[in-house]
């Protein structure tokens, strides 16, 4: 069984070799990858002196390292953490431990059911992790406690089957969902978070990076559950025609004429309207139940490949 250490890295040189080091001795069996996304302080040198197979991803964004990563590696079980010292590496045995007895796909670092609110001093961050649980939760029917943690592991079949959309840090957010939407196993343990060392400045941008989580979920809703999202929209238009309808209908039965004939016109095309974007959410879900077909072939045929 072969197990590899992920750690996608951008400017991290004050915590880059504690890292490499502290998992080279929890994990002495597992080959240490460090992935350099165009650093300018040196933590390429720094994590290859430490020990560390450097390698090199030109295109800037946590979420083209991953897809790097995952296309260019085979292993048995993958983890994957950031290269900011926030994760204690005494956690990755129980994760490689979770995913080689098969209990699970993806295995996830949960920081926010341990230190994570103490040890985190940005509040929006903090915001930020919970509204993104709630919607989650809430739209694919889930109990997951931690969507965007950056301490993981998954299991072969997990890598090579997830289809990387995103650019940068949402890429945490589109391997839950990934996961969720396609019915593949996950375990979640508690695991410590500790804030960043002094001098080591977070990547992630609270507004920006926020807006585009919050965008992700809104597409990953429209594309991996069309039906649910179309028929909302088709209800909100019904609804929005409805409060315009009523009043002429009545108005109608009180006096027998009908008034406000443009008013008409424009309700019997937001109804039309509405009725083909319902029926469009009818295609997309067909063609997504289609889809989660073909990936289960899929997964057959690694499973049969890997037998041999």
Do not use: W
Request: with cysteine.
């Amino acid at each position: 069984m072969k197990t590899v250490i992920l750690i996608p890295c951008y400017n991290e040189a004050k915590t880059i070799e504690k890292v490499v080091k502290d998992f080279q001795k929890e994990m002495p069996h597992a080959d240490i990858y460090v992935y350099d996304n165009n650093s300018t302080d040196g933590t390429d040198e720094i994590a290859k002196n430490a020990g560390a197979i450097v390698r090199y991803e030109y295109k800037q964004g946590k979420g083209n390292v991953v897809r790097a990563m995952f296309r260019e590696l085979d292993a048995d079980c993958y983890i994957m953490v950031d290269g900011d010292d926030t994760y204690p590496a005494v956690h990755a045995k129980e994760l490689e431990r979770i995913i080689l007895n098969g209990e699970a796909d993806m295995a996830i670092g949960d920081r926010l059911s341990s230190t994570y609110f103490e040890e985190n001093d940005r509040p929006f961050h903090n915001t930020g992790n919970r509204v993104v649980r709630k919607f989650i939760n809430f739209f694919f029917k889930s109990d997951l406690n931690d969507i965007m943690t950056g301490m993981r592991a998954f299991n072969y079949d997990f890598v090579k089957s997830f289809p990387i959309q995103s650019k940068g840090f949402e890429i945490e957010t589109e391997m839950s969902v990934f996961a969720l939407n396609n019915n593949f196993k996950i375990s979640e343990i508690p695991i410590e978070y500790r804030d960043r060392v002094d001098g080591s400045e977070s990547k992630l941008h609270t507004y920006r990076d926020g807006y585009k989580v919050i965008r992700m979920i809104v597409a990953l809703v429209r594309d991996k559950r069309p039906l649910f999202f179309f028929s909302m929209l088709t209800l909100i238009l019904l609804i929005i025609a409805g409060i315009y309808f009523f009043p002429i209908l009545f108005k109608y039965f009180s006096t027998g004429y009908v008034v406000r004939i443009p008013t008409l016109i424009m309700i019997a095309t937001v109804v039309i309207v509405a009725t083909i974007i319902f029926f469009t959410g009818v295609v997309l879900y067909v063609l997504k139940k289609q889809h989660r077909d073909d990936l289960e072939h899929h997964l057959i045929l690694l499973n049969e490949l890997k037998k041999k």
